[in-house]
C-alpha cells in the first residue's frame, strides 16, 4: 500500500513568490494535515482538512491557506513568500477522526528555500 | 495550555544496551500520545500510540512505551539497541479533549548508537 506522497521534494523560491505544494493521503484516508518543521522551530500545526473542509488551523497567517479536493487529495498554498517560511512541509494523512483512526502518518515533505 | 516535553536533546548507548527516550506531557482530559521518528532528510515515521487500555503499548521495529499517568510521562524504550535506530524521535500529544486535528511535538531527542 502506497504512503502519503508529496510533491514536488524541494523547491527554490524568493521572498514575495507564491509557491504551491501537492500531497496524496494513503488510499482510503479522508483527513489531511499540514506542519512546518523549521530549523529551531520544531513541528508546528498548519491546517487540517478532513471530507474538503477545512476543519483547524494553526497559528499561521492567512498567507498560508490550502484546500482538499474531492480525491481527498490537498494543496498547501503560500503567498508573498518570506525567509523564514524556509522549512520542510510536511503532509499526513489519517482514516478519519476519533479513537485510532486519529493517527497521523506522515510523507516524506517538501523542502523549501526561499531566497 | 498543552504540552510535550522531551528533556533530553542526545540519548548516546552502546548498541545492544537497552535505551530510553523521555517524554512527559501536560493536557487536559484524556491525553492521545505518540512516538515518531525521523531520519535525515526524511518524514516522520509513525513508531507507536496510547489512546487507552493497556499502559504498556509495542510499536514497530521492537520499540515499546509505558503510559505512566501519575507522572504524565511516556517514555520511549527498546531492549536492545541497534546502530540503524539512530534518528530523531519526536513525542506527540492530540491538543484539545475534542478533534482538533493537531498534534503537539516535543523538541525532539536524538538516539546515537554506537557500535
Known amino acids: 500500500e502506497a504512503g502519503v506522497t508529496q510533491s514536488p521534494t524541494h523547491l527554490i523560491k524568493t521572498r514575495g513568490q507564491q509557491v504551491t505544494l501537492r500531497c496524496s493521503p494513503i488510499?482510503?484516508?479522508?483527513?489531511v494535515y499540514w506542519y512546518q518543521q523549521a530549523l529551531g522551530l520544531g513541528l508546528q500545526f498548519l491546517l487540517w482538512?478532513?471530507?474538503?473542509?477545512?476543519?483547524n488551523r494553526g497559528n499561521f497567517p492567512p498567507r498560508f491557506s490550502g484546500r482538499q479536493f474531492p480525491n481527498y487529495s490537498s494543496e498547501l498554498n503560500v503567498n508573498a513568500l518570506e525567509l523564514e517560511d524556509s522549512a520542510l512541509y510536511l503532509c499526513?494523512?489519517?482514516?478519519?477522526?476519533?479513537?485510532?483512526?486519529?493517527?497521523?502518518?506522515f510523507g516524506p515533505g517538501t523542502r523549501l528555500l526561499v531566497l | 495550555a498543552q504540552s510535550v516535553a522531551q528533556p533530553e536533546d542526545q540519548v548516546n548507548v552502546a548498541e545492544g544496551n537497552p535505551l530510553t527516550v523521555k517524554c512527559t506531557y501536560s493536557?487536559?482530559?484524556?491525553?492521545?500520545l505518540f512516538w515518531y521518528v525521523q531520519y535525515p532528510n526524511r518524514g516522520l515515521q509513525f513508531l507507536l500510540k496510547?489512546?487507552?487500555?493497556?499502559?504498556l503499548v509495542k510499536g514497530s521495529y521492537g520499540f515499546e512505551a509505558e503510559f505512566n499517568k501519575s507522572q504524565t510521562s511516556f517514555h520511549l524504550k527498546k531492549p536492545s539497541a541497534l546502530v540503524s535506530d539512530s534518528a530523531l524521535y519526536f513525542c506527540?500529544?492530540?491538543?484539545?479533549?475534542?478533534?482538533?486535528?493537531?498534534?503537539?511535538f516535543g523538541q525532539g531527542t536524538t538516539l546515537q548508537v554506537k557500535p
Open positions: 496510547y489512546i487507552t487500555g493497556d499502559n
Open positions: 499526513a494523512s489519517s482514516l478519519g477522526v476519533g479513537g485510532p483512526q486519529e493517527t497521523q502518518y
Open positions: 506527540a500529544v492530540r491538543a484539545g479533549s475534542g478533534n482538533t486535528g493537531k498534534l503537539i
Open positions: 488510499s482510503g484516508h479522508t483527513s
Open positions: 493536557v487536559s482530559g484524556n491525553p492521545y
Open positions: 482538512y478532513d471530507e474538503g473542509e477545512e476543519r
